[in-house]
């Protein structure tokens, strides 16, 4: 199965692909969580994907695509794979297309998760995430047991610098100018699911195993 995981930042599509991962038992690929991994290790692409990140901006396209090519050709993606925060302009979304084409592989469909922008302005500046293992809280929606401390690793809590208040507000206007228009691109392929994403992690959840197939029929 290939899908990718379609909406503004704060929507709820690292929360819901690691779900659909763990019950699909196919990877995430997150670009957005590999150019983190890359910053905290220091590596040549983390250098260069910093300061776009840190302002909120997109990292540019070339960039990016070279990422997910090198990632989907690995093993685990041999049965399939979530794509989370790729395609974000159309120029990549076109690119994908011919690059899945080459490969023989199908987008079984895109998953946007609409919610409203005030909504994601109070998800996302109250998101704090694990520095070890990446897991996801808010401060009041999904507290963890210990303030700053993860549930499931013991590690220590941090806000993203991209989750301070002038880079949300850049980055809602980057998914507006840039990425939004992507969702037309989809629709016109008949791949589009749209669901609608201000409720729980769970009842998110439920929505979106009603458009996917049966984890047996994948
Ligand atoms: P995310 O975790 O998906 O919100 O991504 C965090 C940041 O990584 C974004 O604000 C961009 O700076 C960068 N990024 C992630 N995915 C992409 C992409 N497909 N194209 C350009 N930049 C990206």
Sequence with gaps: MVYVLFGPPGAGKGTQGARIAAQYGVPTISTGAIFRDNVAAGTPLGLVAKDYMSRGQLVPDEIVVQ??????????????????????????????????????????????????????????????????????????????????????????????????????????????????????????????REIDANASPDEIFAKVLAVLPTAAAV
Excluded: W
Excluded at 134 to 161: F, K, M, N, S, W
Excluded at 169 to 184: C, F, G, I, S, W
């Design 67 to 192: 990422l997910v090519k090198d990632r989907i050709s690995e093993p685990d993606c041999a049965a399939g794979f979530l794509l989370d925060g790729f395609p974000r302009t159309i120029n990549q979304a076109e690119i994908l297309e011919v690059m899945l084409g080459e490969a023989g592989i199908a987008i079984d469909g895109v998953l946007d998760f609409e919610v409203g922008e005030d909504e994601l302005v109070k998800r996302l500046s109250g998101r704090r995430t694990c520095s070890k293992c990446g897991a996801t809280y808010h401060i009041v929606a999904v507290p963890p047991r210990q303030a700053g401390v993860c549930d499931q690793c013991g590690g220590a809590l941090e806000q993203r610098a991209d989750d301070m208040p002038e880079a949300i507000r850049t980055r809602l206007h980057e998914y507006q100018a840039k990425t939004a228009p992507v969702l037309a691109f989809y629709r016109e392929r008949g791949l589009l």
